[in-house]
């Protein structure tokens, strides 16, 4: 894996108000950070100007560079048919941010592209999500949460726009599973976790404690040629306090040793 391909964290995986987490992930020896901004203080609507300003300085103090804004929304993203509106405005707010900031990507979570029922609100909102990109230049990765990744896939490639890519999860490759497979060439973000398969559950453990195969998939992307981000995320609740320590310290043992051969 080349080394522009760095290890960042996600933030909201630290689970503590926004300077504390800055604070650990420059302790726990990240350089980079991708943000939320769903949850928590970096709510556009919320976040002032004053606030940004003191926000980036604490960033160049600490040595960390904001590599990434992220639209986590729940369930069916954009293509919440209740949602969609206030959600798109909640988009554009922050790729308006990520341009204030100079952050040059950002992630959004819209689902149900391989369902019939939801798959026409999802293609449209992928399209519109595409302008938009074009609009504030910041290159988007798309994220479905719950369907088959080879559905988002297929509309990434009809589309073909060149500011957006997809956001490839790792637990799609837990339990001998290759649903990750079909949108490795279109990655723009890879989100590094790791779990144990229990039946259709999936239980997210400490890094190369569970199902997925990092070797295999880091050789994949770097087959591909990937230069992305890979960006370590815990979400379970209670995850220990030096989860992504521990992820970051693994996945530079796994880079160092394909490096070494």
Do not use: K
């Not at 350089?31 to 928590?40: D, K, L, M, P, Q």
């Not at 988007?140 to 999860?169: C, F, K, M, N, T």
């Not at 569970?210 to 995850?239: I, N």
């Amino acid at each position: 894996m080349p080394a522009s391909a760095g290890l960042a964290a996600w933030l909201d995986s630290y689970q503590r108000a926004l300077r504390d987490a800055l604070d650990a992930s420059a302790g726990d020896g990240f350089h980079r950070i991708h943000a939320n901004t769903v949850t928590g203080a970096l709510d556009p609507a919320e976040f002032s100007h004053t606030a940004r300003r003191h926000f980036s300085r604490h960033l160049q103090g600490l040595g960390l560079t904001l590599d990434g804004l992220a639209a986590d929304f729940d369930g069916l993203g954009l293509a919440d048919p209740r949602l969609a509106e206030p959600r798109l405005d909640h988009l554009r707010r922050t790729l308006e941010l990520a341009r204030e900031l100079r952050t040059p990507l950002a992630l959004v979570n819209i689902g149900g592209f391989g369902d019939p029922r939801s798959a026409p609100l999802a293609v449209e909102l992928l399209e519109q999500t595409a302008e938009l990109a074009d609009r504030f230049g910041v290159r988007i990765a798309v994220r479905d949460p719950i369907g088959p990744s080879a559905a988002l896939a297929e509309q990434l490639g009809r589309l073909g726009a060149p500011q957006l890519s997809a956001a490839v999860d790792s637990l799609r490759a837990a339990g001998g599973a290759d649903e990750a497979a079909p949108l490795l060439d279109h990655a723009g973000i890879v989100l590094l976790r790791d779990a144990r398969r229990h039946g259709p559950r999936l239980e997210e453990t400490a890094y190369g404690a569970g199902d997925v195969d990092f070797r295999g998939l880091l050789e994949a992307l770097r087959t591909r040629e990937y230069t992305g981000p890979l960006v370590l995320r815990r979400d379970a609740s209670g995850a220990a306090v030096d989860a992504l320590r521990q992820g970051r310290e693994y996945l530079e043992f796994l880079m160092a040793e394909r490096a070494a051969r």
